[in-house]
């Protein structure tokens, strides 16, 4: 609330127009025990540090530094040191943005979850493949003509397959649904382009 009331404030002063007409709100993130995540309890997670990764070590003395309560410091290490034995890898800033989406449902609570964020990885990996094996056989094109080749009964039912994920996508993002829509998304790319349709199209 004190964010938007901020930012409302902000806009109408300098502008003097409202800087937007929605809100979107998500759930109390929580960590992958159902716990709120607070300082005091060390059990915090930097967005930077899930993007960019950090060793164990560092991520121990962030967590520790600044306790309300410091005879906690030693707890909080060792839940540090099992949970996370060898710090945090890099996992990347589309698939910390796709975790989020995901996990955006309608409830009250959301529980995050890195092997999400590792699992998104590795999509957004294999969209990266798809996208670089279709520019390695297209680089010297300069222009596509997709519609006569919907001939082959093949292009034809994936061309229905990705209009039929694009009217969901449409749809979950207008009813502000981003966990419908990163489903949709996760499962056109994942099952129906990479699985069958670019396996088809490389002999």
């Given at each position: 609330f004190f964010w938007v009331a901020r930012m409302l404030m902000l806009g109408l002063h300098f502008?003097?127009?409202?800087?937007f007409k929605a809100v979107y709100i998500t759930g109390l993130i929580r960590d992958q025990d159902g716990q709120k995540m607070?300082?005091?309890?060390?059990?915090?997670l930097d967005p930077l540090d899930v993007v960019e990764g950090i060793r164990v070590d560092d991520l121990v003395r962030k967590r520790t530094q600044g306790l309300l309560q410091p005879q906690m410091a030693q707890k909080i290490e060792s839940a540090t040191r099992q949970q996370f034995p060898k710090g945090i890898p890099s996992l990347g800033t589309d698939a910390l943005r796709f975790t989020y989406c995901a996990?955006?449902?309608?409830?009250?609570?959301?529980?995050?979850?890195?092997?999400?964020?590792?699992?998104?990885?590795?999509?957004?990996?294999?969209?990266?493949?798809?996208?670089r094996f279709v520019l390695m056989h297209t680089k010297n094109q300069n222009n596509f003509n997709?519609?006569?080749?919907?001939?082959?009964?093949?292009?034809?039912?994936?061309?229905?397959?990705?209009?039929n994920c694009i009217a969901e996508m449409n749809t979950h993002v207008q009813d502000y649904r981003f966990d419908l829509m990163a489903h949709s998304i996760y499962e056109f790319i994942w099952n129906e382009n990479c699985d069958w349709y670019v396996e088809l199209a490389k002999p």
């Open positions: 502008t003097h127009q409202v800087p607070s300082k005091s309890k060390g059990n915090v996990l955006a449902s309608p409830t009250r609570d959301i529980r995050f979850d890195l092997k999400r964020t590792e699992g998104y990885r590795n999509f957004c990996n294999k969209l990266w493949n798809a996208a997709f519609t006569h080749k919907l001939t082959l009964p093949i292009n034809r039912a994936f061309s229905s397959l990705l209009q």
